[in-house]
């Protein structure tokens, strides 16, 4: 009987890969809403690259400049599908991505906006996930700057 329950147990509480998936989802988005670079950058892979042309230094760069430039960042995010295989999986999310746009204090208040997807569709993206010795990372992300989004 003990050893049904501590296998229940085990299965109950014991992390799946999806769910360490949606956990490095939902981290990665706290970073961003926080603007905290270092927090965003420890769910991507040092082997980051994408059809944009960015690896991991370019996405970080991209990423402080974005911080920069804008305050006040929301997104509205759905996980619609994680399929996992072996040491690789990938995540089809549909989200918007909101922001305030810094602008100089001459021309009065901020202008709000959305930066991915608008108001009427979310955007849909695929984020790449490798699994290392120890722990899922991103590796590639796709869909971002495709019809729906503002290139800034």
């Not at 109950?12 to 998936?21: G, K, L, S």
């Not at 999986?89 to 549909?94: H, R, T």
């Not at 722990?135 to 800034?152: A, T």
């Amino acid at each position: 009987m003990a050893f049904l329950c501590v296998g229940i147990a085990v299965y109950i509480f014991y992390p799946t890969d999806e769910n360490r998936i949606r956990k490095i989802i939902s981290s990665s988005e706290e970073a961003v809403i926080s603007e905290n670079i270092d927090g965003f950058m420890n769910a991507v892979s040092f082997n980051y690259s994408d059809d944009y042309g960015n690896n991991y230094l370019l996405l970080k760069k991209r990423m402080q400049s974005a911080f920069k430039r804008f305050d006040n960042i929301k997104i509205e995010r759905s996980i619609d599908r994680i399929s996992v295989k072996d040491d690789n999986a990938e995540a089809e999310l549909s989200f918007r991505v909101s922001v305030s746009l810094r602008v100089e204090p001459a021309t009065g208040g901020e202008e709000r906006e959305y930066i991915i997807g608008d108001a009427a569709k979310p955007q849909t993206v695929v984020v790449y996930f490798s699994k290392s010795s120890y722990e899922w990372l991103i590796i590639k992300v796709d869909g971002v700057l495709d019809s729906g989004s503002k290139n800034y």
